[in-house]
């Protein structure tokens, strides 16, 4: 059985500052219509790939690397 709140909770207020995210995590076969987009989006430049999915009635998404997302992390 899976704990209540975010997969990533035990930090530091200073971390906090540094790192406002609620992180949670997820491995399931069923995103992998999630990963052939985003390797389509690969193929078209040299460019870092983004992922934009929506569904009905919700907000989009924006899906990045998450190599990228700490190379951003770096650059602040």
Do not use: D, G, M, Q
């Given at each position: 059985m899976s704990e209540n709140g975010a997969d990533v909770k035990i930090m530091s207020?200073?971390?906090?500052?540094?790192?406002?995210?609620?992180?949670?995590?997820?491995?399931?076969?069923?995103?992998?219509q999630i990963y052939t987009a985003f390797k389509q989006a690969t193929r078209h430049t040299k460019l870092e790939p983004l992922l934009?999915?929506?569904?009905?009635?919700?907000?989009?998404?924006?899906?990045?690397?998450?190599?990228?997302?700490?190379e951003l992390q770096e650059d602040e």
């Open positions: 207020l200073t971390a906090r500052k540094l790192f406002p995210y609620s992180v949670e995590c997820k491995r399931r076969e069923e995103y992998k934009v999915i929506k569904r009905n009635r919700e907000i989009p998404l924006a899906i990045i690397s998450l190599e990228h997302f700490f």
